[in-house]
């Protein structure tokens, strides 16, 4: 459940070939993140924080509660690391085998009613709902649109999946790909540092439409800069 993996899958083309048709199982490659507000335009916005969560989180099982969530006009964001969540629709980089924390569901589910498929999909897992803080209140859902910043690269996800009601800092297979991340859900992810934008009130529909949630997500990034 604490793992991450992210990425869009690219279709290899033979000469003269037609396209393959992609499914849920294929494996992504990376893509290039860029269009709309910088990393560093959004990170000027991000250098105080108005705490909103009644306590901390936890990055790991093992370390200590210091990471606040903030609140921004607009938005709510917080800085963690990152681990590799591979839960979701089994394929042959997450599953059983490649992650000892699999789990084949995701709290939010596709179009035809399916769980997500991690190493497809680039999504975001938000902690549990819990009196340290529930991000039902704040306008965060299943299907909201997240900028996840880090390393110079904004990469456009959706509210995917929960985690540990403890724990903070976690997004899929296919986000840590499009961030130059391992995806490995036995040791990839990274200390970070990594941002997390919530935007409030968002949703792409269906979920699992990712170019959808890219153009949604540079708009609202824009408007975040514009109102903050």
């Not at 993996?5 to 294929?26: K, N, Y």
């Not at 997500?116 to 859902?141: E, F, H, M």
């Amino acid at each position: 459940m604490r793992k991450l993996v992210s990425g869009l899958f690219a279709l290899a083309v033979l000469t003269g070939a037609a396209l393959v048709s992609t499914t849920a199982q294929a494996a992504p490659e990376p893509v290039v993140i860029q269009a709309g507000p910088t990393a560093a335009e959004l990170l000027a916005k991000l250098t105080t924080c108005k705490q909103i969560s009644s306590g901390k989180y936890k990055s790991d099982g093992e370390t200590a509660a210091n990471i606040p969530v903030c609140d921004k006009t607009g938005a709510v964001w917080y800085k963690a690391d990152m681990d590799i969540d591979c839960d979701g629709q089994p394929t042959t980089k997450c599953n059983k085998s490649t992650d000892p924390w699999f789990q084949p569901d995701t709290a939010f589910h596709d179009s035809k009613g399916k769980p997500l498929v991690a190493d497809k999909l680039p999504y975001v897992v938000v902690p549990s709902a819990s009196g340290n803080w529930d991000y039902r209140k704040w306008g965060i859902q299943g299907g909201g649109v997240v900028a996840i910043i880090y390393n110079n690269k904004v990469d456009y996800v959706v509210v995917g999946d929960t985690g540990p009601a403890n724990i903070i800092g976690e997004a899929s297979y296919a986000s840590a790909v499009n961030l130059g991340i391992n995806p490995n859900p036995k040791n990839g992810g990274t200390d970070g540092p990594v941002w997390y934008l919530y935007f409030k009130g968002s949703k792409t529909t269906p979920i699992e439409d990712h170019n959808k949630t890219v153009t949604q997500g540079e708009a609202l990034a824009q408007k975040f800069l514009n109102e903050n």
